[in-house]
């Protein structure tokens, strides 16, 4: 089992920025990729960003690539989300995600562990 808690979330201005935490805990060595994804209300879950454990791949959609950067620190067993130029169509829970398996993917449904997600809120 992988525990996964972020944090980091809040209310901002467009073009302000925030930084996602992902603490993982419990069986992190079984992980090969944390990702990032995001759900706003009445949308399903989109993927936002990934890194493998080892930090040297690291995977970006299209709509974020450019303003948002991740990052792992495998001391503290954390996997960052810097969120720069925020827009107000970046309004979602964010959820971080651990995948056991090889290759790193964009779709939720091959992601084995979740944290219970982090609201970000960008007014306009």
């Known amino acids: 089992q992988v525990q996964l808690v972020e944090s980091g979330g809040g209310l901002v201005q467009t073009g302000g920025s925030l930084r996602l935490s992902c603490a993982a805990s419990?069986?992190?060595?079984?992980?090969?990729?944390i990702g990032w994804f995001r759900q706003a209300p009445g949308k399903e879950r989109e993927f936002v960003s990934a890194?493998?454990?080892?930090?040297?791949?690291?995977y970006y959609s299209d709509s974020v690539k450019g303003r948002f950067t991740i990052s792992r620190d495998n001391a503290k067993n954390t996997v960052y989300l810097q969120m720069n130029n925020l827009k107000p169509e970046d309004t979602a829970v964010y959820y971080c995600?651990?995948?056991?398996?090889?290759?790193?993917?964009?779709?939720?449904?091959?992601?084995?562990?979740w944290g219970q997600g982090t609201q970000v809120t960008v007014s306009s």
């Open positions: 995600a651990a995948r056991v398996r090889a290759w790193v993917t964009t779709s939720s449904l091959t992601y084995d562990y």
């Open positions: 419990g069986r992190t060595f079984t992980a090969n990729s």
């Open positions: 890194i493998t454990w080892s930090g040297d791949s690291t």
